[in-house]
């Protein structure tokens, strides 16, 4: 799923959180994913915390 949330942070700040995988859309790290979810409240529990911690401790 796929879902976009308004944000008035700067592009500058944005584009440092997210990766290039050579399509026009580009995908927020992890770490940014969580706590983007974590501060907005939504979707926090669909989430498994253990695959998360496995994918920061790499």
Request: charged share 30%; proline share 5%; no cysteine.
């Amino acid at each position: 799923m796929i879902e976009f949330t308004h944000t008035a942070r700067p592009v500058r700040e944005l584009i440092g959180r997210m990766r290039d995988v050579g399509r026009p859309l580009r995908i927020a790290t992890p770490q940014s994913a969580w706590a983007d979810l974590k501060r907005v409240g939504r979707n926090t529990h669909l989430v498994d915390e253990e695959v998360l911690g496995d994918v920061q401790a790499s």
